[in-house]
């Protein structure tokens, strides 16, 4: 205990709890705030939840990360370091798309809210590359005695920074004025500004710290990595013109998926499923025919793009499609349910005063006792045993959500919920990332990371898209319970995980203090 509290002194703890204040913020701007901002507006829950899908850049984000890890700015990266400068141009554009976002009122027709999208769409994806670069950070400055405790101060301040663009933006929206029956852009707009300032403190954070020392030369030109950048981008246009173009096929598809399965939900996964696979495909074939241009460096490509994941594939070679099982599901009971939380408190009949006391005082005490909890629990139990406690808190803490829909509004269960939720997820989490860490090889410390994310939050986001529309086909309660079962398999795939002593940090578990 004396020792884990003396590594809690160094500065790069400090750090790193600013850091994920700073990667927090943006997180309930794209969803429960946007989603209760949109609510009061008239949107349909259905169309709602689509705006959850501009985060789907966390979940693509090891497709730049290379370009992120190597490719210098010019002038900025020779000044103060290639993981600094990146940072803080990526910090600067996080706080450009929020405050894009404030300043448009989605009451104002169908135009505001597509400029909506693109705000929510550019928060996304810079709200995404400042997770790679800290991640990164985050990974190179710590070691294996230590690694647990990082990702758990990383996550009590992810989720401050959560609890402030969550609770912190409502109690501002509801202080200045609007609320369900009386709906007022400046309230959200003054909400959202201040939101914007609130990052300064993550730019403030990457001109303090120090340009980690592990940090390899770039091997290759700068005309080498613009090259790159150049297929990225070509692929990126082609995935998007390749969607919208294909999106009157996939609806019609859709419709006869609803009329042979009788379930709009499943139906939507499916037709979306498939609109978004035959998009990545066609644009992963046009990356690669681009790509044999002779202006473009055939070894680049192979050394930041197919190394890393060949690298994972040779060491995880004996059990690649559990680990990817296991990473992909762990967060998906989480995900899926936090898209709709907001809106079933308001359905419940909670004002935005309420949600945000109990979330800000209750919810943030439980979500900071758990990630700290999960920290110390994993010094004496072992990562493996506390992955799968942390799988069956996640999804039984849904069941309390559940109950609620029966029972109708109370604002002592409200409190019960929320701090049981907090707990779990704070516990969770933290084991969760020191997991995905201690599975990085260093060498490839910003891509493998990147893909691990990507992978975990995939799934669970393009799922939990649909979750307006299978609230109002199932309602809430029902919606919950599915939420809660569909977090059983990673419970069992850890449990054989730990069985077999399939990963090599679980073979010789640290001794109980």
């Given at each position: 205990?004396?020792?884990?509290?003396?590594?809690?002194?160094?500065?790069?703890?400090?750090?790193?709890?600013?850091?994920?204040?700073?990667?927090?913020?943006?997180?309930?701007?794209?969803?429960?705030?946007?989603?209760?901002?949109?609510?009061?507006?008239?949107?349909?829950?259905?169309?709602?939840?689509?705006?959850?899908?501009?985060?789907?850049?966390?979940?693509?984000?090891?497709?730049?990360?290379?370009?992120?890890?190597?490719?210098?700015?010019?002038?900025?990266?020779?000044?103060?370091?290639?993981?600094?400068?990146?940072?803080?141009?990526?910090?600067?554009?996080?706080?450009?798309?929020?405050?894009?976002?404030?300043?448009?009122?989605?009451?104002?027709?169908?135009?505001?809210?597509?400029?909506?999208?693109?705000?929510?769409?550019?928060?996304?994806?810079?709200?995404?590359?400042?997770?790679?670069?800290?991640?990164?950070?985050?990974?190179?400055?710590?070691?294996?005695?230590?690694?647990?405790?990082?990702?758990?101060?990383?996550?009590?301040?992810?989720?401050?920074?959560?609890?402030?663009?969550?609770?912190?933006?409502?109690?501002?929206?509801?202080?200045?004025?609007?609320?369900?029956?009386?709906?007022?852009?400046?309230?959200?707009?003054?909400?959202?500004?201040?939101?914007?300032?609130?990052?300064?403190?993550?730019?403030?954070?990457?001109?303090?710290?120090?340009?980690?020392?592990?940090?390899?030369?770039?091997?290759?030109?700068?005309?080498?990595?613009?090259?790159?950048?150049?297929?990225?981008?070509?692929?990126?246009?082609?995935?998007?013109?390749?969607?919208?173009?294909?999106?009157?096929?996939?609806?019609?598809?859709?419709?006869?998926?609803?009329?042979?399965?009788?379930?709009?939900?499943?139906?939507?996964?499916?037709?979306?499923?498939?609109?978004?696979?035959?998009?990545?495909?066609?644009?992963?074939?046009?990356?690669?025919?681009?790509?044999?241009?002779?202006?473009?460096?055939?070894?680049?490509?192979?050394?930041?793009?197919?190394?890393?994941?060949?690298?994972?594939f040779k060491r995880h070679r004996k059990h690649i499609w559990l680990v990817i099982g296991i990473i992909s599901m762990f967060k998906i009971s989480d995900i899926v349910m936090g898209v709709t939380a907001n809106l079933f408190y308001q359905e419940m009949g909670f004002t935005l005063g309420e949600i945000a006391s109990v979330a800000k005082s209750f919810g943030l005490v439980m979500t900071i006792s758990g990630g700290l909890l999960g920290g110390f629990l994993v010094l004496r139990f072992g990562i493996m045993n506390i992955m799968i406690l942390g799988a069956i808190v996640s999804a039984g803490?849904?069941?309390?959500?559940?109950?609620?829909?029966?029972?109708?509004?109370?604002?002592?269960?409200?409190?019960?919920?929320?701090?049981?939720?907090?707990?779990?997820?704070?516990?969770?989490?933290?084991?969760?990332?020191?997991?995905?860490?201690?599975?990085?090889?260093?060498?490839?410390?910003?891509?493998?990371?990147?893909?691990?994310?990507?992978?975990?939050?995939?799934?669970?986001?393009?799922?939990?898209?649909?979750?307006?529309?299978?609230?109002?086909?199932?309602?809430?309660?029902?919606?919950?319970?599915?939420?809660?079962?569909?977090?059983?398999?990673?419970?069992?795939?850890?449990?054989?995980?730990?069985?077999?002593?399939?990963?090599?940090?679980?073979?010789?578990?640290?001794?109980?203090?």
């Amino acid at each position: 205990m004396t020792e884990t509290l003396k590594h809690l002194l160094h500065p790069k703890f400090l750090h790193m709890t600013l850091f994920g204040f700073s990667a927090g913020i943006p997180y309930f701007l794209i969803f429960s705030s946007l989603s209760l901002w949109l609510d009061q507006v008239g949107v349909e829950k259905s169309a709602i939840t689509y705006f959850s899908w501009a985060a789907l850049g966390y979940s693509f984000k090891f497709l730049w990360s290379p370009l992120v890890d190597r490719l210098p700015i010019p002038l900025l990266s020779a000044k103060m370091g290639q993981r600094r400068s990146w940072l803080l141009v990526i910090q600067l554009l996080v706080i450009t798309a929020i405050c894009w976002m404030g300043m448009t009122d989605p009451s104002q027709g169908i135009n505001a809210l597509t400029r909506m999208a693109f705000a929510v769409t550019l928060l996304g994806f810079s709200a995404a590359t400042q997770d790679i670069l800290i991640d990164a950070w985050r990974i190179e400055a710590s070691n294996e005695k230590d690694i647990t405790m990082l990702s758990s101060v990383y996550i009590v301040g992810y989720r401050i920074g959560m609890v402030t663009s969550g609770a912190g933006a409502l109690f501002l929206a509801d202080f200045f004025g609007t609320s369900m029956g009386n709906y007022q852009y400046s309230a959200w707009q003054a909400s959202y500004l201040i939101m914007a300032c609130c990052m300064l403190v993550g730019v403030i954070t990457t001109l303090i710290i120090k340009e980690p020392q592990k940090q390899d030369k770039l091997a290759y030109q700068t005309s080498d990595y613009l090259a790159v950048l150049g297929v990225f981008v070509i692929a990126v246009a082609t995935l998007i013109f390749c969607y919208q173009s294909t999106e009157i096929f996939f609806q019609t598809l859709q419709s006869s998926a609803t009329s042979l399965f009788n379930n709009k939900a499943l139906a939507a996964v499916l037709a979306t499923g498939g609109q978004l696979m035959s998009a990545l495909s066609m644009a992963a074939l046009l990356a690669w025919l681009v790509s044999l241009a002779p202006v473009v460096n055939k070894n680049m490509i192979k050394e930041v793009y197919w190394r890393p994941v060949a690298d994972l594939f040779k060491r995880h070679r004996k059990h690649i499609w559990l680990v990817i099982g296991i990473i992909s599901m762990f967060k998906i009971s989480d995900i899926v349910m936090g898209v709709t939380a907001n809106l079933f408190y308001q359905e419940m009949g909670f004002t935005l005063g309420e949600i945000a006391s109990v979330a800000k005082s209750f919810g943030l005490v439980m979500t900071i006792s758990g990630g700290l909890l999960g920290g110390f629990l994993v010094l004496r139990f072992g990562i493996m045993n506390i992955m799968i406690l942390g799988a069956i808190v996640s999804a039984g803490s849904n069941l309390l959500f559940m109950v609620m829909a029966y029972t109708g509004k109370s604002l002592w269960f409200l409190t019960v919920m929320i701090s049981v939720d907090n707990l779990a997820q704070g516990l969770a989490a933290a084991v969760f990332v020191g997991f995905l860490s201690m599975l990085v090889n260093r060498q490839f410390t910003a891509v493998q990371y990147a893909m691990f994310s990507s992978v975990m939050t995939l799934f669970p986001k393009i799922i939990g898209g649909y979750s307006g529309g299978m609230v109002e086909q199932m309602g809430f309660a029902n919606f919950y319970l599915m939420t809660a079962v569909i977090g059983l398999p990673v419970v069992l795939m850890l449990m054989y995980a730990k069985r077999r002593r399939v990963f090599e940090f679980d073979q010789n578990p640290s001794p109980k203090p």
